[in-house]
C-alpha cells in the first residue's frame, strides 16, 4: 500500500513537472512539435513494418528459388548416386554452387551437400566447413528419387538483408525529406495561425494599460476571425465605457464643485438672513426690552409688550422659513408624501404652474435617505421645469411596487434637445447621481416642443421599509 502510495506521488510530480515544461512552450512550438512528431511516429511505424514484410517476402522467395533449383537437377543427381562416384559428384556439385553464387543469379549458394537417410556424407561443395559454421542461411532439403539419399541446399540471406537495408535507407531519406518538407509547411501554418494570437497578445497587453484604441485586421473567417472580431467589439466597448467614466467623472466633479459652491452661496444667504433679517429683529426686541425697563407708565408697558410679541412672532416665523428651507421637517415628522405635498402646494403659488400629485403605495415608510433623495430628485426636476421649461402644467406620480419605486415627472413644456442638453445640465446629472446611490437608473424622454419626462426608477427591499405613522430607523 506504502509502495503503491509513493508511485502515485511520484507519477503525479512526473506528470506535473512534464505539463509545466509543455505549457510554458509557445503555440508555435506546440504546433511544429506535433506535426514533426506524427510525421517521425508515422514514418519510423511504415519503416519497420516495410523492414518486416519485404524481409519475410524475400525469404519466401529465396525458398521458393531453392526448392526450384532441387527440382531442378534431381534426374542428374539421381543417376550420379546411383553411379557411386564420389569425385563426378563433388565436381557437379561445386559446379552448380559457383553457378548460381555468380553476380548473373540473385542467389548465394553457401554450400550444396548429398547425404544418405542414414547420415553419411556422399558429396559435398565446399568441401571444407568455414570456421563458426553457417549464419543467415536457409537450408532447403529434397529427397533424390530411387537413391535413398537427400540433397541438401543453404543460401544465404546476405542479399535479402542488403536489400531490406537498402529500401529502409530509402525510406530513412524519404522520411527526412518529409520532415524537412512538413517542418517548412508547418512553420508556415503556425505562422499564419499564429501570427493572429500574438497580435491579441500584445493588443491585450496595451489594453490593460488603458490604451483602448487597439483594432485588429480580421485575418480569415475562423475561429480566430471571430476572435478578433469580438476583441474589437469589446475594446470599442471599453473605450466607450471609459469615455462616458470620465464624462461622469468630470461631470461628477463639476456636480460636486458646483453643489460645494451652491451650499457655501446658501450659508451666506442665511447669514444674510441672519443678519438682516432675524439679527434687526432681535436688535429691535433687545432696544425693546431696554425701553420697556424705563417706562413707568402700566398702559405704555402693555403697547410695548405687544409690540415685542409681533418682533418675537416674526422672529420665529423666519427662522421657521429658514429651518424648512433646509429640510423640511414633515418629511421626517409625518413622511415624503405628506412633504411632497406641502411643497407642491407652495411650488403652486410661486410658480403659477398646476401640478397633479398622484402616490400609488406608499402606505408604508422607506428608508430615510431613499426618501431624501426622492424629495430632492422630484424637487430639483420641478425646479427644472420653473427654470427652463416654459410649462402651465405639470405632474409627479410616485409608484412603488414590491421592490421597486418609480418616479415619474412630466411637464408640457418646450422639451429638451437630449444629445445638446447631454452632459451638460448639471440638474439632470445631480438626479442621475442620486438615482446611481441606489442603483437607479434615470430614463428622459422629451422632443423639442412635446414637454418632456423623467423617469427614474429605484430598487428598494421591503426589508428596510417602516411603518407609515412609525418613527424612521437607520
Same mark, same amino acid.
Given at each position: 500500500?506504502?509502495?503503491?502510495?509513493?508511485?502515485?506521488?511520484?507519477?503525479?510530480?512526473?506528470?506535473? @513537472?512534464?505539463?509545466?515544461?509543455?505549457?510554458?512552450?509557445?503555440?508555435?512550438?506546440?504546433?511544429?512539435?506535433?506535426?514533426?512528431?506524427?510525421?517521425?511516429?508515422? $514514418?519510423?511505424?511504415? =519503416?519497420?513494418?516495410?523492414?518486416?514484410? *519485404?524481409?519475410?517476402?524475400?525469404?519466401?522467395?529465396?525458398?521458393?528459388?531453392?526448392?526450384?533449383?532441387?527440382?531442378?537437377?534431381?534426374?542428374?543427381?539421381?543417376?550420379?548416386?546411383?553411379?557411386?562416384? !564420389?569425385?563426378?559428384?563433388?565436381?557437379?556439385?561445386?559446379?552448380?554452387?559457383?553457378?548460381?553464387?555468380?553476380?548473373?543469379?540473385?542467389?548465394?549458394?553457401?554450400?550444396?551437400?548429398?547425404?544418405?537417410?542414414?547420415?553419411? *556424407?556422399?558429396?559435398?561443395?565446399?568441401?571444407?566447413?568455414?570456421?563458426?559454421?553457417? =549464419?543467415?542461411?536457409? =537450408?532447403?532439403?529434397?529427397?533424390?528419387?530411387?537413391?535413398?539419399?537427400?540433397?541438401?541446399?543453404?543460401?544465404?540471406?546476405?542479399?535479402?538483408?542488403?536489400?531490406?537495408?537498402?529500401?529502409?535507407?530509402?525510406?530513412?531519406?524519404?522520411?527526412?525529406?518529409?520532415?524537412?518538407?512538413?517542418?517548412?509547411?508547418?512553420?508556415?501554418?503556425?505562422?499564419?495561425?499564429?501570427?493572429?494570437?500574438?497580435?491579441?497578445?500584445?493588443?491585450?497587453?496595451?489594453?490593460?494599460?488603458?490604451?483602448? $484604441?487597439?483594432?485588429?485586421?480580421?485575418?480569415?473567417?475562423?475561429?480566430?476571425?471571430? #476572435?478578433?472580431?469580438?476583441?474589437?467589439?469589446?475594446?470599442?466597448? *471599453?473605450?466607450?465605457?471609459?469615455?462616458?467614466?470620465?464624462?461622469?467623472?468630470?461631470?461628477?466633479?463639476?456636480?460636486?464643485?458646483?453643489?460645494?459652491?451652491?451650499?457655501?452661496?446658501?450659508?451666506? @444667504?442665511?447669514? @444674510?438672513?441672519?443678519?438682516?433679517?432675524?439679527?434687526?429683529?432681535?436688535?429691535?426686541? #433687545?432696544?425693546?426690552?431696554?425701553?420697556?425697563?424705563?417706562?413707568?407708565?402700566?398702559?405704555?408697558?402693555?403697547?410695548?409688550?405687544? $409690540?415685542?410679541?409681533?418682533?418675537?412672532? !416674526? =422672529?420665529?416665523?423666519?427662522?421657521?422659513?429658514?429651518?424648512?428651507?433646509?429640510?423640511?421637517?414633515?418629511?421626517?415628522? *409625518?413622511?415624503?408624501?405628506?412633504?411632497?405635498?406641502?411643497?407642491?402646494?407652495?411650488?403652486?403659488?410661486?410658480?403659477?404652474?398646476?401640478?397633479?400629485?398622484?402616490?400609488?403605495?406608499?402606505?408604508?415608510?422607506?428608508?430615510?435617505?431613499?426618501?431624501?433623495?426622492?424629495? !430632492?430628485?422630484?424637487?430639483?426636476?420641478?425646479?427644472?421645469?420653473?427654470?427652463?421649461?416654459?410649462?402651465?402644467?405639470?405632474?409627479?406620480?410616485?409608484?412603488?411596487?414590491?421592490?421597486?419605486?418609480?418616479?415619474?415627472?412630466?411637464?408640457?413644456?418646450?422639451?429638451?434637445?437630449?444629445?445638446?442638453?447631454?452632459?451638460?445640465?448639471?440638474? #439632470?446629472?445631480?438626479?442621475?447621481?442620486?438615482?446611481?446611490?441606489?442603483?437607479?437608473?434615470?430614463?428622459?424622454?422629451?422632443?423639442?416642443?412635446?414637454?418632456?419626462?423623467?423617469?427614474?426608477?429605484?430598487?428598494?427591499?421591503?426589508?428596510?421599509?417602516?411603518?407609515?405613522?412609525?418613527?424612521?430607523?437607520?
Amino acid at each position: 500500500m506504502q509502495s503503491n502510495g509513493i508511485n502515485r506521488v511520484l507519477q503525479s510530480r512526473l506528470f506535473q @513537472r512534464f505539463w509545466d515544461v509543455a505549457g510554458a512552450a509557445s503555440i508555435r512550438v506546440k504546433v511544429l512539435g506535433i506535426v514533426l512528431g506524427v510525421i517521425v511516429l508515422l $514514418s519510423l511505424f511504415v =519503416t519497420l513494418q516495410m523492414r518486416a514484410v *519485404l524481409g519475410d517476402t524475400l525469404r519466401h522467395e529465396l525458398e521458393h528459388q531453392g526448392e526450384a533449383l532441387n527440382e531442378q537437377y534431381l534426374n542428374d543427381l539421381s543417376r550420379l548416386v546411383q553411379a557411386g562416384d !564420389r569425385r563426378v559428384l563433388d565436381g557437379f556439385l561445386a559446379t552448380w554452387r559457383e553457378h548460381y553464387s555468380s553476380g548473373g543469379h540473385n542467389t548465394i549458394v553457401d554450400y550444396v551437400l548429398i547425404a544418405s537417410d542414414g547420415g553419411d *556424407l556422399l558429396a559435398r561443395a565446399p568441401v571444407a566447413v568455414p570456421d563458426g559454421g553457417y =549464419t543467415d542461411i536457409i =537450408t532447403i532439403t529434397t529427397p533424390i528419387p530411387d537413391t535413398g539419399a537427400y540433397i541438401e541446399l543453404g543460401l544465404s540471406e546476405r542479399n535479402v538483408w542488403e536489400t531490406v537495408s537498402v529500401v529502409t535507407i530509402q525510406l530513412i531519406l524519404i522520411t527526412m525529406l518529409m520532415i524537412a518538407v512538413g517542418f517548412a509547411a508547418a512553420f508556415f501554418l503556425t505562422w499564419i495561425l499564429t501570427r493572429p494570437i500574438y497580435d491579441l497578445v500584445a493588443a491585450t497587453e496595451a489594453v490593460t494599460r488603458g490604451d483602448f $484604441s487597439q483594432r485588429l485586421p480580421r485575418w480569415a473567417n475562423d475561429e480566430i476571425g471571430q #476572435l478578433t472580431v469580438a476583441f474589437n467589439q469589446m475594446t470599442e466597448s *471599453l473605450g466607450q465605457a471609459a469615455r462616458e467614466r470620465d464624462e461622469r467623472d468630470r461631470m461628477r466633479a463639476q456636480y460636486v464643485s458646483n453643489v460645494i459652491t451652491a451650499q457655501e452661496d446658501e450659508r451666506k @444667504r442665511i447669514a @444674510r438672513e441672519l443678519h438682516d433679517s432675524t439679527g434687526q429683529s432681535l436688535t429691535s426686541l #433687545l432696544v425693546g426690552l431696554k425701553n420697556l425697563k424705563e417706562t413707568g407708565d402700566p398702559a405704555e408697558i402693555g403697547v410695548r409688550i405687544d $409690540s415685542l410679541r409681533e418682533v418675537v412672532g !416674526r =422672529t420665529l416665523d423666519e427662522v421657521r422659513v429658514m429651518a424648512w428651507q433646509l429640510r423640511p421637517s414633515m418629511l421626517d415628522d *409625518l413622511g415624503l408624501t405628506s412633504a411632497l405635498q406641502r411643497y407642491i402646494d407652495d411650488y403652486q403659488q410661486r410658480y403659477a404652474i398646476k401640478v397633479d400629485f398622484v402616490f400609488n403605495g406608499m402606505d408604508e415608510r422607506l428608508p430615510v435617505e431613499m426618501e431624501t433623495s426622492i424629495y !430632492r430628485i422630484i424637487q430639483e426636476s420641478l425646479t427644472n421645469i420653473a427654470r427652463h421649461a416654459q410649462a402651465s402644467t405639470a405632474s409627479v406620480m410616485i409608484d412603488r411596487r414590491r421592490s421597486t419605486v418609480r418616479l415619474i415627472v412630466e411637464d408640457n413644456g418646450v422639451g429638451l434637445d437630449l444629445q445638446a442638453v447631454s452632459g451638460k445640465s448639471l440638474g #439632470l446629472q445631480g438626479i442621475r447621481e442620486r438615482a446611481a446611490l441606489f442603483n437607479g437608473r434615470l430614463t428622459i424622454e422629451s422632443q423639442p416642443g412635446q414637454g418632456t419626462s423623467l423617469f427614474v426608477e429605484l430598487p428598494c427591499d421591503d426589508t428596510l421599509t417602516h411603518p407609515k405613522n412609525g418613527q424612521n430607523h437607520e
